[in-house]
């Protein structure tokens, strides 16, 4: 079986400019890398998320800016932004399942309104020179909800569509639904990417096997549980303990000295910042490990259980 290509999935708070950028150094596989997305608040963009997708804060091959908007001016705002900036690629996204953007018809929440989310979509009509694409949910609420959509999608000059199988009201619980997805998928004329709870290798055979049509498959979690899984799907050979274990000393080693250099408030801050990537990262690795961890006080006891549980990986 031939591979495809391996995206990165955007996860807010997490996959920023510096693990992106350490993740490609030391593991790689991926083929593109979405950064989590800019929305407008009180009309400009967060300082701290335009310097996340600034080009000199970006080392990897292929960076995919994401937006999110509920109206074309907002997405107009964005857009400009990005190109300003030397983007010729944007995403857009209408797959976020947070209450309380969902609530102002933002992300998935914009799913039920075949009307809001055509008008939102004119935006790749008029920047004819820039790549656009999509990130959705099944739905909203109901699965259908991408059925009644898919028809609309297809009128829309997108470089590709990719569909979390899940309903936003699932947020990142219980099971994707690959008959919905399927459903979609046989109707869909764009280039399409699979996406949701993707943990492995085998799993990754078992969708493009069920869905040969696919372009690409897209994993989020499942690479921060398992940084290297991409490459091994795509070099065919499985990391032995050494070779994860040498790849997380580094990656951890950077992402902990750019903390250090960066965040402003002192060793608890730091601390917050770093024990918050264990909410993800190498979840089935020790767990009484992982709860030092997440329980330590000082940035001294973190360290010394870190170390611990990288030397434990097999």
């Not at 107009?76 to 932004?81: A, K, P, S």
């Not at 990719?162 to 994707?176: E, F, I, M, S, T």
């Not at 979690?221 to 795509?234: H, I, K, N, V």
């Amino acid at each position: 079986m031939n591979q495809i290509p391996i995206q990165f999935a955007p996860l807010q708070g997490y996959t920023e400019a510096p693990f992106r950028n350490f993740h490609e150094k030391y593991f790689g596989g991926v083929d593109r890398y979405f950064a989590p997305f800019l929305r407008v608040q009180h009309k400009e963009i967060r300082r701290k998320d335009q310097r996340d997708v600034l080009p000199d804060k970006n080392t990897v091959n292929k960076l995919i800016p994401q937006i999110m908007a509920s109206e074309i001016s907002e997405a107009d705002f964005l857009v400009r932004f990005l190109v300003e900036n030397g983007y010729r690629h944007i995403d857009i996204n209408m797959g976020c399942p947070f209450p309380m953007l969902v609530r102002r018809h933002l992300g998935s929440g914009i799913l039920p309104y075949p009307d809001e989310v055509a008008r939102l979509l004119e935006i790749t009509r008029h920047y004819p020179d820039i790549h656009f694409s999509v990130k959705i949910r099944l739905g909203s609420e109901q699965a259908d909800e991408c059925l009644r959509l898919v028809d609309l999608l297809n009128e829309f000059p997108l470089e590709q569509v990719a569909v979390h199988a899940r309903l936003g009201v699932q947020q990142y619980k219980g099971d994707c639904d690959r008959m919905a997805f399927g459903a979609f998928a046989a109707r869909c004329s764009h280039p399409l990417v699979y996406n949701g709870d993707i943990q492995s290798i085998e799993q990754i055979k078992q969708i493009t096997t069920e869905f040969p049509q696919l372009s690409a498959i897209m994993i989020g979690r499942g690479l921060l549980a398992q940084p290297w899984l991409a490459s091994e799907y795509m070099d065919g050979v499985l990391w032995d303990a050494g070779r994860k274990q040498q790849a997380l000393r580094r990656f951890h080693a950077d992402l902990q000295d750019y903390y250090v250099q960066t965040i402003e408030g002192g060793e608890l801050q730091l601390l917050h910042k770093l024990q918050s990537f264990w909410e993800y990262f190498l979840v089935d690795a020790d767990r009484k490990l992982r709860k030092k961890i997440k329980k330590a006080t000082k940035m001294s006891a973190y360290s010394d259980a870190v170390y611990q549980l990288i030397r434990a990986l097999e």
